[in-house]
């Protein structure tokens, strides 16, 4: 009982966090540059990760987890920084939903590298899932179509969705060979690391771009590393009670906040047709957690 308490409440902060964490990025772009919030949210919550990291024996971890942590790293630091640079340009209410495919994608990542098969049920409940995305992008003037593939923000969120669910898999994988500690340590030194390296690959002049970091984005990047933090240690702890593409599908909860936020918060539109293809995620999102056994 209380470990079903324990996982909802999980579930539930990792819903919120991360379309909050979103609101945060979006906000940051319109000064900073997107691979510069990248780093800094994985900077900052590598510092936290000091005090975790003199406790542990890092000699007698397995060879696994060094490999899955370089792979996870690479993956999760480009995903946010696309995830990142599609908030720049796009409407949060449109990028949330079709981040409801990384649960297809994790799942099938999933069968090959975690031998996790799911039952007929979980099958139909992510086909609900993708089923309601259909009446978000609708909403948009290309609707669902290759024009709507074409738009840069767009494709910027389906490589961020892609590597995210590819990354989900390695994180699960650190966990298997450490635990829900470890691999958050792992996320976010690997992640600050790479991150790092995509500035210098994409030849950002770092020290002009800290310049534009004012006093009114300390608290946003406060906050975000507070978002980001909570959605990364509910995520690992979920993964680490559950398959991962029951996991993915789950958090597609947290598209109905993104769309209620993108509304209130940015004046954008559609909300009705936005909200009722939510509603059919949610129905698969219900199916899923109730008829996972």
């Known amino acids: 009982m209380i470990g ?21 990025q979006k906000q940051l772009t319109k000064n900073n540059h997107p691979l510069l919030i990248n780093l800094l949210t994985y900077l900052l919550l590598s510092f936290f990760c000091l005090f975790i990291a003199t406790n542990i024996h890092w000699q007698e971890l397995p060879r696994q987890f060094w ?4 792979l996870g790293g690479i993956a999760g630091a480009l995903g946010n920084g696309f995830l990142v640079k599609a908030l720049q340009k796009g409407d949060l209410s449109i990028l949330g939903p079709i981040n409801a495919y990384k649960s297809v994608i994790g799942l099938v990542a999933a069968i090959f590298l975690l031998r996790e098969m799911p039952n ?40 961020a969705m892609i590597l995210s669910a590819i990354e989900a898999v390695f994180i699960k994988k650190i966990i298997l060979a450490s635990s829900v500690t470890l691999a958050f340590v792992s996320w976010c030194w690997f992640g600050a ?7 210098l690959i994409y030849r950002v002049d770092l020290k002009k771009e800290l310049r534009k970091v ?3 984005n300390v608290s946003k990047y406060a906050f975000l ?32 906040v993104s769309v209620l936020l993108g509304h209130s918060l940015f004046k954008e ?25």
Not at 4 to 24: D, E, Y
Not at 125 to 153: C, H, N, Q, W
Request: charged share 15%.
């Open 120 to 159: 007929l049920w979980g099958i139909m409940g992510i086909a609900l899932i993708i089923y309601g995305s259909y009446f978000v992008l609708d909403t948009t003037p290309e609707r669902f179509s290759m024009a709507l593939l074409k738009k840069s923000e767009i494709q910027y969120r389906i490589w």
């Open 4 to 24: 079903t308490f324990l996982i909802a409440a999980a579930v539930l902060l990792r819903i919120f966090s991360n379309p909050f964490g979103n609101v945060f």
């Open 67 to 70: 490999i899955y942590s370089i």
């Open 269 to 293: 539109k559609d909300i009705r047709k936005k909200l009722i293809g939510t509603a059919i995620m949610i129905a698969g999102s219900i199916v899923i957690i109730l008829l996972k056994n």
């Open 225 to 256: 590393v507070v978002c980001i933090g909570t959605m990364q240690l509910t995520t690992n702890y979920t993964f680490d009670h559950m398959p991962v593409g029951y996991a993915l599908s789950l958090f597609q909860l947290s598209t109905i």
């Open 214 to 216: 004012d006093r009114a």
């Open 193 to 199: 690391l790479f991150s790092f390296l995509l500035l």
